[in-house]
């Protein structure tokens, strides 16, 4: 299970309420009262009210945050209420995704009106082209057309080629779509941190499969959002980045370039650190080189003299340090509800008419150990079995009455109850087991005899000592052994339930390793 602090959720919050301005032109949260982001559009009804109703949906937003916030601190000091709270965390959080999709779409429209200004007042400003030589090359451009916005300001229409000055637009407008990826991501991500725990939590079977369906579903959500923002992420990097690029070789700026290689270099390294060890290699990337598009952008900024662009960008920088990205692996796995019961003996009856025995439980997963006390051609009274308890019957396939006792999770155990039964009178008490929803009879079937397991890890590199350690924890006794340049194998055990084991401690250890339960005949 992995624990997500208060910390990482206060962060993430504050990254879902400031995300909009990663693309350098937001509005202030919390400010009914709005401005124009751009000098000149204050006249224009459709863009201000836009404005005013993004506002206002911030503070809705904003408001339902706190309540998750409140939420979350009432189910950590009341644990025993969980299944409540969770129920009420998730409506309220349906209620932020419903706000953020509606901001997004707001957005969009807001940054539109915004560009299309900007294009028709191009022929206000100066067309005049920087030569290389020039200190500031956005010098002449008027005041009112420095936009917040580094990619409305009319320099790059005028300086780039046509084609690449559309791709860096198209590339603009993608912001808002990544910053949409990521908000619903990290949602998400508070969700199935919230179901993770109240699986683990979960007592009844029908209630786990329940939130392990939401949080399955959440998952692939999220594996969809991620590849969405890999997609438009890689297209805003490449655009502007070469956009900025031949400007800057235009213009001589080689220590710019310089610097921009540097970060980009750092970058890819700590990337390749963090590889399969957060939620999303996408979103890590996402926001290594997010951080150096934007430090690069502050620079071209500067030198251009496009003061407002360049303060926006400095805020940008100071967001984006203040977001733990790094969010841990939430990997999950399925838990199978056996019930496991041992061998007792009650002097007064456990069965009657009104409680008769029950029918044996075959589960579809997992492995179940009971002892077959007999097979009967017809149905057999509870006095037969000398009062021992828990008992369950099948009916086979030749309509005989097979009757069980007791549900172990090793066969070690099985056997302890065997010997117990003999003890007490029982004849022929055999072993049997289910793996799987396959039967076997233990004690009849040589061949089942001598199956046993191993654990199978295939990984190119060395097994970290975390994987070392949580494999000496649960296979007390087995080696690991290496067979060739990638397999890792562990045992043999005789026992597939201890096999099973092993193999779900290693997977929780490191989930990017690929493991599987081998049978192997000896």
């Known amino acids: 299970m992995v624990e997500v602090t208060q910390t990482m959720f206060r962060r993430i919050l504050i990254y879902a309420l400031g995300a909009v301005f990663l693309t350098a032109g937001g509005v202030r949260a919390q400010q009914p009262e709005v401005e124009a982001r751009i000098a000149g559009l204050e006249g224009n009804a459709e863009y201000m009210s836009l404005l005013r109703e993004d506002a206002q949906l911030q ?47 707001l957005i969009d429209r807001i940054n539109t009106i915004e560009q299309e200004w900007v294009l028709a007042n191009l022929n206000g400003a100066s067309s005049q082209p920087a030569g290389p030589a020039a200190e500031n090359p956005a010098a002449e451009i008027p005041d009112s057309l420095k936009v917040r916005n580094l990619v409305s300001n009319p320099y790059f229409r005028e300086q780039l080629p046509e084609a690449d000055y559309a791709a ?34 979960a007592q009844a079977e029908a209630d786990a499969a329940e939130i392990y369906d939401k949080y399955k579903t959440l998952q692939g959500f999220n594996r969809v959002l991620a590849d969405s923002l890999s997609d438009a992420w890689n297209y805003i990097f490449d655009n502007k980045s070469y956009a900025y690029g031949y400007l800057m070789d235009k213009l001589g700026r080689d220590a710019i370039l310089s610097r921009e290689e540097e970060r980009l270099s750092e970058a890819a390294r700590q990337l390749s650190e963090l590889r399969g060890e957060t939620a999303s290699d996408a979103v890590t990337d996402y926001f290594l080189r997010k951080k150096v598009l934007v430090g690069y952008e502050t620079s071209v900024a500067d030198m251009l ?23 841990p692996r939430i990997d999950v796995a399925e838990r199978y509800f056996l019930d496991y019961d041992s061998v007792s003996f009650s002097s007064t009856p456990k069965y009657s008419y009104q409680h008769p025995i029950p029918e044996c439980k075959v589960y579809e997963h997992g492995t179940i150990y009971r002892i077959l006390l007999g097979t009967f051609n017809t149905k057999r009274a ?17 309509r005989k009455w ?25 004849v022929r008490p055999e072993i049997v087991v289910w793996t799987d929803g396959e039967y076997r009879n233990l004690s009849k079937d040589p061949e089942a005899q001598h199956i046993a397991y191993r654990v199978e890890i295939v990984s190119s590199e060395a097994l970290s000592d975390a994987v070392k350690a949580a494999i000496t924890d649960t296979a007390e ?32 250890t490191d989930p990017a390793l690929e493991i599987k339960v081998a049978e192997i005949a000896e």
């Open 59 to 105: 503070i809705r937003e904003d408001s339902i945050v706190n309540a998750v916030e409140r939420m979350r601190r009432q189910l950590r000091e009341d644990p025993g209420k969980r299944q409540q709270y969770s129920q009420e965390i998730l409506q309220l959080e349906s209620r932020i995704f419903e706000i953020r999709n509606a901001k997004g779409r």
């Open 305 to 327: 003299g496009l003061t407002s662009a360049r303060d926006s960008l400095r805020g940008v920088t100071a967001q984006l340090e203040g977001i733990d990205f790094r969010l």
């Open 477 to 508: 006794g087995c080696e690991l052994s290496r067979v060739g340049q990638q397999l890792f194998v562990v045992g043999t055990f005789d026992d597939k339930a201890v096999a099973d084991r092993v193999a779900a401690a290693v997977t929780q």
């Open 168 to 201: 860096l637009v198209e590339a603009q407008r993608l912001e808002f779509d990544a910053v949409d990826y990521v908000n619903r991501y990290f949602a998400n991500y508070g969700t199935i941190s919230e179901l993770a725990e109240a699986y683990a939590a």
């Open 382 to 398: 509870v006095s037969t079995f000398r009062g021992a308890y828990p008992l369950s019957y099948l009916v086979n396939d030749d």
């Open 402 to 426: 097979c009757y069980y006792a007791g549900g172990f999770a090793t066969r070690e155990e099985a056997e302890a109850a065997q010997k117990l039964l003999k003890a007490r009178g029982f």
